[in-house]
């Protein structure tokens, strides 16, 4: 119940290609669904969020896509640049829950 | 604004010698602490979080103890490290369950 689950592990994309990372969960009262981003060596900094409320956020190239039936969630990264490298965490929170995260996912952009 | 500051950066300790992490928030009161620590290339595990001064909830089961003297200071110590303490910690703040700042980290390298 507890549990976010976030695929793949490691993402390795062509520079402009389409970067896509999967999370699902369990817990119904979850209500708040953040991604983070952490550069090597740097603490994860709030990238995007979303709520139940909405099947899609978008912020520039970064897009949340929510599919409340599945209990699923997904950051896509469109124009992928070498620059987005990074770890990308999932996490999830709702009702008196603390936030918890995904296993995060290692983002390779190449040029 | 709310700014989080996290020190030392970087420390090399031996076997068995104390450990002392200091974080300080500013720009807000009352705030929600945490310290989570994540193993080279893995994910952030939750070690300790605060809801107010002296009270401190431990997640994880370890020779690591947290304090909070101050409605903005959160410490994290050890009276003697061991090998697997290695890694970078991370402490965080947040006045709601929703979303979590975090500092830049702090490296321990224990030899």
């Known amino acids: 119940q507890q549990q976010v689950k976030q695929s793949p592990q490691s993402l390795i994309v062509q520079k402009g290609g389409i970067s896509i990372i999967n999370c699902a969960y369990e817990?119904?009262?979850?209500?708040?669904f953040p991604w983070y981003q952490q550069f090597p060596g740097k603490g994860p900094a709030l990238l995007i969020a979303?709520?139940?409320?909405?099947s899609e956020k978008k912020e520039g190239r970064f897009t949340i896509s929510f599919n409340k039936s599945a209990k699923q969630f997904s950051l896509h990264i469109m124009d992928s640049q070498p620059g987005d490298s990074a770890t990308y965490f999932c996490?999830?929170?709702?009702?008196?829950?603390?936030?918890?995260f995904g296993k995060g996912t290692k983002l390779t952009v190449n040029p | 604004s709310q700014t989080i500051h996290q020190w030392p950066a970087t420390l090399v300790q031996p076997v068995g010698s104390p450990l002392s992490l200091e974080c300080t928030v500013e720009?807000?009161?009352?705030?929600?602490l945490y310290w989570y620590r994540q193993a080279a290339g893995r994910g952030l595990q939750l070690l300790f979080y605060?809801?107010?001064?002296?009270?401190i909830s431990s997640e994880v089961p370890q020779n690591l103890s947290a304090s909070r003297p101050q409605d903005r200071q959160f410490i994290l110590s050890s009276k003697k490290l061991l090998l697997s303490d290695s890694g970078f910690y991370l402490c965080?703040?947040?006045?709601?369950?929703?979303?979590?700042?975090f500092g830049e980290g702090s490296w321990l390298t224990v030899v």
């Open positions: 720009g807000t009161s009352n705030p929600n």
């Open positions: 817990n119904t009262a979850f209500d708040y």
């Open positions: 996490a999830a929170t709702g009702g008196s829950e603390k936030l918890v």
């Open positions: 979303i709520r139940p409320d909405v």
């Open positions: 605060s809801v107010g001064i002296g009270q």
């Open positions: 965080a703040w947040t006045q709601s369950l929703n979303t979590i700042y």
